[in-house]
């Protein structure tokens, strides 16, 4: 009864936390908006101009549009935003069901979760997006100019970012199924070039596009993650 009053409370302030980071990132919809359509990458990136391509002025088709388009961006904003919280309570409550050894490595596992979901998106938002946006573009050539509705946009980057925010936790994927004695580092590691193949496939049915350009840039840090996870797996088989 008391673990199910503890889920309670720990749901109640996830929710709570959820309200106000969706609330916040509702108040500044507009700008989170521009960025997505305009991204602003950091001053030491090489060749940046390369990567950010503007998209422009966003279009809505029905008057309701509009306002789910803002609501969806800043639901996912916020979550985004509180998913550390949200994995914090996560942690509060299986914590005292884990032994001493399971708790040294559970909280930096968490950590680092959260770390690689967030370069995950960040990899989508400020170099995938971007580049895969700028590449199709070019087909139209001088006959056809892009048009792009807000709510189909606004759709497509969600998606990509999410999908490389996932898709960054291969390696703590790998970890947790070595720790339970599911994955053998030894064994995977032989089958290094069906990964790679796998990787391609993978970023070939994940990206909603069509493009080559979009796809290696989300294989190629599919096969360095494989890698991480292969060297992270090994010290925790060693760690056994």
Known sequence: MDHLEALRWALIRSIIALAITASVSYAFGERIIRFITCPTLPPFIPNARFAATPVGTLYFFTPQEAFWVRLKVAFVTGLILAAPYILGEVWAF???????????????????????????????????????????????????????????????????????????????????????????????????????????????????TVDFVTQIFLAVPLILLFELGLLLSRLVKRGK
Do not use: H, Q
């Open 94 to 208: 299986v914590a005292p069901g884990l032994k001493r050894r399971e708790k040294l490595w559970a909280l930096p596992f968490l950590v680092f979760s959260v770390i690689m979901f967030y370069l995950g998106c960040a990899l989508a938002l400020w170099f995938a997006i971007p580049v895969g946006v700028r590449f199709l573009s070019s087909f139209g050539g001088e006959a056809m100019s892009p048009l792009f509705g807000a709510s189909g946009y606004t759709n497509f980057v969600i998606f990509m970012t999410l999908a490389f925010g996932l898709l960054f936790e291969t390696p703590m994927l790998m970890v947790a199924l070595t720790g339970m004695g599911i994955l053998d580092p030894k064994a995977l590691a032989k089958k290094r070039s069906y990964v790679i193949i796998l990787a391609f496939v993978v970023a070939a049915v994940v990206t909603p």
